[in-house]
């Protein structure tokens, strides 16, 4: 057998870390992670704030100021985790990014409530929030990840 007949690795379609094979990861989904990345950056940061803050400042609670500063940066895990699956195409990823848009949602509401500087973040945070379910709920979106509707698991 000759050598022109033998399959060589470099001949070989790279299917690893993709749902569907060679096609290229569509740009919604490119979006869609990096929104969810940048959510988890700023649950990072404000945790890391709240932290300093406790730590070197003067809060009223030192113990809720440490806790809560903890608490941010370990929910930041969620929409990080979620990211970085999206990136890679695992359809696994998809349900944690849904869930962080849903969980903002109401906190951007109750930003927006409020009187303050924070009417800004509210809504920096709900029109993030929408383009990210929008993104994430899109076609082909759900086809890049290789999420099969319902009936469809045969197919």
Do not use: C
């Amino acid at each position: 057998m000759s050598s022109e007949q033998t399959p060589t690795p470099e001949a070989a379609p790279d299917t690893a870390g993709t749902a569907t094979g060679t096609d290229a990861r569509p740009g919604r989904l490119t979006a869609a992670a990096a929104l969810a990345a940048l959510e988890g950056l700023a649950l990072v940061a404000g945790g890391a704030w709240m932290l300093v803050g406790g730590l070197v400042g003067h809060p009223d609670d030192r113990t809720s100021a440490l806790t809560g500063g903890v608490t941010l940066i370990v929910l930041a895990l969620l929409p990080l985790l979620a990211a970085r699956g999206l990136l890679a195409r695992r359809g696994w990823s998809r349900g944690p990014a849904v869930i962080t848009q849903i969980m903002a949602l109401p906190v951007a509401y109750s930003l927006l409530q409020a009187d303050s500087v924070a009417i800004p973040a509210g809504i920096a945070l709900a029109v993030v929030s929408v383009t990210s379910l929008v993104l994430l709920l899109n076609p082909a979106t759900t086809k890049a990840l290789g999420i099969r509707g319902p009936g469809n698991a045969d197919k």
